[in-house]
């Protein structure tokens, strides 16, 4: 790339499954359509990505070589790059600044930059997350199923996280951390499912021959589990884009804060005129499948706006 740009039908910005998906929409619709990505997909550390028909099992990193090839077939470009700066240069196109030194402008935007997981601050979660430190059954149930298995109470959505995954072991433990104070209701939902509840901070992660062997406690007691759920909190990742003026919403659970997104309609338009969204930086709660049907919903809404916008200067002329 050099610093003298032509003018893209649109730019992308994130290259995950909404981006990725967006952009071969909008390359079959003949689109001219540049993909700018940082390689800091959301799931890459992940082994597999699960509950995606004809996918199922595959490896997020496979998942985007093959999504790759197929854009490159309908003339989508990719550039490695974040973005240091956006905003409106003119009513017709917006500019883009990367972190490579080069220059972009494009007439749409579609931002599909996802969110950051944000994890407890406990010793040895981050180093074990995605491998035995886990949040979502829908994604990794299965693979735990019938294991024993911590879930860490941070917030109220402890107690919901622990009964939710008793769907798939009967051996769940609710560690309560940092989480309130149980009332009679909750410990009676608990019990009712036959989950252990452990009063006690959490201190650390025991990790034996490089597997999660136990929750060390505080107080010197030890918790012996396979697995720890935790519930992270989702940020919208928008860094480098202040200049566009987006909405950022807070995302509550059982009435606390917990997460970010951009605000967006069912066709991704944004409350900026020409910039779309899609994907987990819209909604915290996506899956890639979702991800990736959203971002086709948001290429389409970003066509017919491009359309509409043809045809008023074909009227004009």
Partial sequence: MTNEQPLYDAVVIGAGAAGLNAALTLGRARRSVLVVDAGQQRNAPARSIHNYLGHEGIAPADFLDLARREIHRFGVECV??????????????????????????????????????????????????????????????????????????????????????????????????????????????????????????????????????????????????????VAPRFTARVTGLAGLGLEITDWEMFGQVAGTYVAANAQGATNVTGVFAAGNVTSVTETVIGSAAAGLKAAAGLNLDLIAEDTRRAVAT
């Fill in 80 to 229: 490695t790059a974040s973005v240091v700066a956006a905003a409106r240069e003119t009513d017709a196109h917006f500019g883009l600044e990367l972190d490579n030194g080069a220059t972009v402008r494009a007439r749409r935007l579609l931002l599909a930059t996802g969110l950051v997981d944000e994890l407890p601050d406990v010793p040895g979660v981050a180093e074990r997350w995605t491998r035995e430190v886990l949040h979502c059954p829908y994604c990794h149930g299965w693979e735990v199923r019938d294991q024993p298995i911590g879930v860490l109470a941070t917030t109220a959505a402890g107690v919901e996280q622990a009964l939710l995954w008793t769907q798939w072991s009967d051996k769940i433990t609710l560690l309560m951390h940092t989480g309130p104070l149980l009332d009679d209701t909750a410990r009676a939902r608990l019990n009712a499912r036959s989950v252990d509840v452990v009063e006690g901070k959490v201190a650390a992660l025991d990790v034996v021959d490089d597997r999660l062997a136990a929750a060390l406690l505080t107080g010197g007691r030890r918790v012996d589990l396979t697995h720890l759920v």
